[in-house]
């Protein structure tokens, strides 16, 4: 395409030569067009964008403007297109002015060859071109080096700093103007993070070795204000297009951010998310060095599992937002118990396990279990709920009970198992019985589990006696395991099991068809019996769907509600007094009798007792085996009670007639003991009901007869 020229003369004869010399230019004739003013030419200019305009060619003196006003006037239009001026010869000093103020050359008038004048308006036109094109390159890496988040720095051949983009700037806190020419390592103070030493600008390396490097980990830039950040950083050399070094660019960015978030990685990794304590990964470290530096100190440490009693109850019923705060709540609790170089840590759900990395004795150990317990007692503010946890510990201790951190946890839950038995709420050591007994509950579990389909299960009832009559009242069912090897298993050894893996439901469930159906047949026979009496765990009384199974019970077995009892333990009862009393309350609607078992040894609040519809108090058999050495005084208050709250009373495990007479001379309605019978099958029952007890009671009646 042509290029487009606007000649700009008042003479004729120099636009006439002009025209001529560039329409017939030998390398393709120029597009002319001649205006004769500088008025003309802004006009002209006006309408550039429409019809750009590649050269000028102005006569400095024109009719309506002379000299370098003239150019000046035209350069504030055309500022972007190259412009040649025509001058004579003795205009030197106009020439060099109007150069100096943008002009790209000058063509003497009277001396436009036909091969230089073409010449020289191509090169003009190219190198505006190249200029600009050059420009707009400069302008963008100007951009983008200044909205980049790295940091760029570049210096000459010396290492002097002669760029810094935006990010450089605000990360070394220097303007260019101060930061230019100054030794790089003055802009950009380098220190080694841990032994403070300045680290060497790589620059300066990579100046020497015309080759790319990297900065040392672990370096941070000291600001000119002083502050510090972490930073990571490549180095480049700057060749020119001969390939010869001509400086180096340094490429670096903050790497704070990317530290702190690191180290939020590895917090998060080895800590508990909700309680913020150690987890099990950073709980097993802390062990290990607590182990290895133990051993080479020969001394000792201890380790103490906790299980929160009863925890799941409270988030069933509460919800699990009160029971993330109560964890969190108890979380903070236990580590005001412990020194700070011990660790609190949270393996998941209620448990968690205390190191007590500088334990010189086990005495230490029992001190802090029981620091935590009472510091356990104290209420808990969660929302509005005032709420009461208690919690069982096992502690093991290193070297005696295990050598390595699996061990040493394995045992304490070993241990903790235990005090869970001995009716939570306390701390147990370990000892290494209890692996034989936590070895003997694994293979009851796995036995169980194939006790049901193998009928393994069998049902003895143990009568209940009214003590003025003598006659049988009830008949408590007690659980028997028939195992085709180890022999007859009584409850204590494997209901306790049942309830830890949970198959006490469907076991509890067929105790109570079983009962339920036995009653019903008795009846059938037309033996007299008030009741059967079913035991009821805290699994099945807590269960939704509890009321319900002993609502099925009594419609598929057709026995009258009221002939049935159930037996409740008071610890049960009382864990969760509300919730006991909505469940009491329902099955009471059912019409069922309710017994609270083992009466005396649950720490009652009487004033929940008295507002539960109980129709029975069973006295634990602890407290009528005492009768002789406490003078009975427990057994006749809790008589006396139970008497003004119109509740029967039942004497559980009479085993002589002196216990008798007491129970008999302070108003005891009902016993139950060996004294009358022992658990006996369903078949030896039914002699019991059609003979009647040969108890001492019938002897005394006899003896009273025989008197009268
Ligand atoms: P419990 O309900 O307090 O039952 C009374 C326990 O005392 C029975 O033990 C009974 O054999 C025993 N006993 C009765 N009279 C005497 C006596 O004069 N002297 C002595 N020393 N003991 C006497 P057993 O059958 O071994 O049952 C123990 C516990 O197991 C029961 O205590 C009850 O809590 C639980 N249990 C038994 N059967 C079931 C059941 O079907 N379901 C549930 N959940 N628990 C059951
Ligand atoms: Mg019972
Ligand atoms: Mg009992």
Redesign the pocket.
């Known amino acids: 395409m042509s290029n487009r020229v606007l000649i700009i003369t008042g003479n004729t004869s120099d636009a006439a030569t002009l025209e001529d010399v560039l329409e017939s230019a030998q390398d393709g004739p120029f597009l002319i067009e001649w205006v004769t003013s500088l008025a003309q030419a802004l006009q002209r200019l006006e309408a550039h964008n429409k019809q750009p305009i590649d050269a000028i060619m102005v006569d400095l003196d024109l009719p309506d403007s002379q000299g370098l006003a003239t150019f000046d006037k035209l350069f504030v239009l055309a500022s972007s297109i190259p412009i040649l001026t025509l001058s004579t010869l003795e205009d030197d000093q106009q020439t060099w002015e109007v150069i100096q103020r943008g002009a790209q050359g000058c063509l003497s008038k009277g001396h436009f060859s036909s091969y230089l004048v073409p010449q020289s308006l191509r090169n003009i036109i190219q190198r505006k071109a190249v200029e600009e094109a050059l420009f707009v390159e400069k302008a963008r890496a100007a951009l983008t080096l200044n909205s980049i988040s790295d940091a760029v720095i570049s210096t000459d051949i010396q290492g002097n700093v002669d760029y810094l983009n935006s990010a450089a700037k605000q990360m070394t806190g220097w303007l260019f103007e101060d930061a230019q020419g100054l030794p790089i390592d003055q802009v950009m103070r380098l220190v080694n993070v841990t032994t403070r030493e300045s680290v060497a600008n790589p620059i300066f390396k990579v100046l020497k070795d015309d080759a790319c490097k990297l900065l040392a980990s672990g370096t941070v830039l000291v600001r000119r204000d002083g502050s510090e950040s972490a930073i990571e950083d490549s180095v480049a050399p700057i060749h020119d297009s001969a390939g010869h070094l001509k400086g180096a660019v340094m490429v670096f960015h903050d790497m704070t951010a990317t530290h702190a978030m690191t180290e939020k990685m590895a917090h998060l990794a080895q800590h508990d998310a909700l309680t913020n304590l150690p987890n099990r990964a950073l709980l097993n470290d802390r062990i290990n060095q607590a182990i290895a530096l133990a051993e080479r100190s020969g001394s000792s440490l201890a380790l103490l599992f906790l299980d929160l009693d009863n925890f799941k109850h409270i988030n069933d019923s509460l919800g699990h937002g009160v029971g993330d705060h109560l964890l969190q709540a108890v979380a903070l609790r236990l580590s005001d118990c412990v020194r700070s170089s011990d660790t609190v840590s949270r393996l998941g759900g209620d448990e968690f396990v205390v190191l007590l990395s500088e334990s010189q004795s086990a005495e230490d150990a029992a001190r802090t279990a029981e620091k935590i317990l009472s510091t356990l007692a104290a209420s808990f503010s969660i929302g509005q709920q005032q709420l009461h946890i208690t919690a069982s510990i096992g502690i093991s201790t290193y070297p005696n009970d295990a050598t390595v951190a699996e061990g040493l946890i394995k045992n304490a839950d070993t241990a903790m198992y235990r005090a869970k038995e001995e009716g939570r709420n306390n701390y147990q050591f370990f000892h290494q019985e209890m692996n034989i007994h936590a070895v003997e509950r694994q293979l009851i579990e796995a036995h169980l589990r194939t006790a049901m389909e193998n009928s393994e299960f069998i049902i003895?009832y143990?009568p209940k006696i009214d003590l003025q009559s003598g006659k049988i009242t009830s008949a408590?069912?007690?659980?028997r395991w028939q195992h085709p090897a180890w022999g007859m298993i009584?409850?204590?050894r494997f209901?306790p099991v049942a309830e830890a893996c949970g198959l006490?439901v469907p076991l509890?469930r067929w105790?109570l068809l079983q009962a339920c159906g036995q009653a019903k047949r008795w009846e059938n026979c037309g033996y007299q019996l008030d009741s059967v009496a079913?035991?009821?765990?805290a699994l099945?009384f807590r269960r939704k769907d509890f009321v319900d199974s002993v609502e099925s019970a009594l419609r598929v077995t057709g026995l009258d509600p009221k002939n049935l009892q159930l037996?409740i333990?008071e610890s049960v009862l009382m864990r969760d007094a509300q919730a006991s009393a909505t469940i009491l309350q329902q099955l009471k609607a059912l019409g069922v009798e309710l017994a609270v078992?083992?009466f005396g040894t649950g720490y009652s609040s009487l004033s929940y007792l008295s507002q539960f519809p109980i129709d029975v108090l069973k006295i634990d058999?602890s407290f009528v085996q005492d009768i002789h050495n406490s003078n009975g005084i427990i057994v006749s208050a809790v008589i006396a009670m139970g008497n003004s709250l119109k509740q029967r009373v039942i004497a559980?495990?009479?085993?002589d007639s002196g216990q008798l007479d007491f129970l008999r001379t302070h108003h005891c309605s009902e016993g139950?003991?060996?004294?009358f019978s022992?658990?006996v099958s369903a078949h030896d029952f039914a002699n019991l009901l059609r003979s009647g007890i040969s108890s001492p009671i019938n002897t005394l009646h006899q003896a009273a007869r025989s008197l009268g």
Do not use: K, M
């Not at 559980?652 to 085993?655: A, L, P, R, W, Y």
């Not at 139950?672 to 004294?675: D, E, K, S, T």
């Open positions: 003895h143990q408590e069912a007690l659980l009584l409850p204590a209901i006490i509890g105790v079913v035991n009821i765990s099945e037996e333990t078992d083992d058999q559980e495990g009479i085993e139950q003991g060996f004294l022992r658990p």
